[in-house]
């Protein structure tokens, strides 16, 4: 979107102004972006600079989605062809369903950890507080 205000302090004060006000008075951020002749980007940056609550919006997927990601995923899918598979974000499966395809290494080093982990319990529970700190090191 063109802009052919100043970008001077004042300016861009003066337009934060008019966005607070706007936004105080209800008006929708396509509107209010209009109406300032300033990108949506620029009024999301607006709203931050004036402290006003800007969510993230979320993606949702459904039990259907999640059920059948979960099945790519376990079937060996990478994150990333699941994601194009459903049609959202790696990203987002990645932080739902987190865990899957980890490399060769990675699960060696994620089961040595399972397996000093539960050594370490079972030390603990004997109360043998010196073999339990071997463990550690």
Known sequence: MANN???TAAAI???RDQVAAMLAAGFSDERIATEVCISPRSLLRHKRAIGWQ???PRPRLSAEEIAAALRLLED???YEEAARTLGCASTTLRSRLPG???SP???ALV???AKRWKKLEREIN???WRSAGKVLK
């Open 126 to 128: 004997r109360g043998n």
């Open 111 to 113: 089961a040595s950890l």
């Open 76 to 78: 060996g899918a990478s």
């Open 100 to 102: 899957f395809n980890l």
């Open 54 to 56: 800007v969510e993230r």
């Open 5 to 7: 205000l100043p970008n």
């Open 105 to 107: 290494e990675d699960l």
């Open 13 to 15: 004060r003066e337009r």
